[in-house]
T-cell receptor, first 115, second 112 residues
Framework: DSGVTQTPKHLITATGQRVTLRCSPRSGDLSVYWYQQSLDQGLQFLIHYYNGEERAKGNILERFSAQQFPDLHSELNLSSLELGDSALYFC??????????????FGPGTRLLVL | GEDVEQSLFLSVREGDSSVINCTYTDSSSTYLYWYKQEPGAGLQLLTYIFSNMDMKQDQRLTVLLNKKDKHLSLRIADTQTGDSAIYFCAESTNFGNEKLTFGTGTRLTIIP
């Protein structure tokens, strides 16, 4: 158990809908990262928040948005869902010190299926 | 843009060494990483190497970097059944570990 929690574990929804994925980082971690893992796109970094502020952005679609709240939990909002958004969405957290030794601890993921 | 490539599958006999290869295109890559993903789990950082190094060893793991050819490899000595997983190579060009570009992943299967 990494200490990172994600809810829900599974989500089934229809095209055009909007969903919110939630992540609670490990106690004391200030950084939260979101990743998407799909069969056709592989594993992609989406976005990184540090202490409430966006720090880095990856291949995140405009239909997707994220935020980190004062209690440091984070939400990833996916709107106007398409079939291709079906994927496993991972959240990771880290203490927040910059540098290669900064270990990211991954949550179990939320599996999203868009029908 | 950045591109990181790996072969998709590797099968190795238990006790042998596994060598997982990765090539990348971004010459400004600063840090290169190896992550492990076990079935149904998230990613676990195994090791990383800074671009000015050629080799790094950590217990059963050896990372080799050929910067000229933009080639990275991960050698796992004495491969065990617990090493069965998908291994991802990743690169970063900034402070490291903040914005990672991942390879496709190599599924390592251990043959008893």
């Amino acid at each position: 158990d990494s200490g990172v929690t994600q809810t829900p574990k599974h989500l089934i929804t229809a095209t055009g809908q909007r969903v919110t994925l939630r992540c609670s980082p490990r106690s004391g971690d200030l950084s939260v990262y979101w990743y998407q893992q799909s069969l056709d796109q592989g594993l992609q970094f989406l976005i990184h928040y540090y202490n409430g502020e966006e720090r880095a952005k990856g291949n995140i679609l405009e239909r997707f948005s994220a935020q980190q709240f004062p209690d440091l939990h984070s939400e990833l909002n996916l709107s106007s869902l398409e079939l291709g958004d079906s994927a496993l969405y991972f959240c990771a957290s880290s203490v927040g010190r910059r540098g290669p030794r900064e270990t990211q601890y991954f949550g179990p993921g939320t599996r999203l299926l868009v029908l | 843009g950045e591109d990181v490539e790996q072969s998709l599958f590797l099968s190795v006999r238990e006790g042998d060494s596994s060598v997982i290869n990765c090539t990348y295109t971004d010459s400004s890559s600063t840090y290169l990483y190896w992550y492990k993903q076990e079935p149904g789990a998230g990613l676990q950082l195994l090791t990383y190497i800074f671009s000015n190094m050629d080799m790094k060893q950590d217990q059963r793991l050896t990372v080799l970097l050929n910067k000229k050819d933009k080639h990275l490899s991960l050698r796992i000595a004495d491969t065990q059944t617990g090493d069965s997983a998908i291994y991802f190579c990743a690169e970063s060009t900034n402070f490291g570990n903040e914005k990672l570009t991942f390879g496709t992943g190599t599924r390592l299967t251990i043959i008893p």
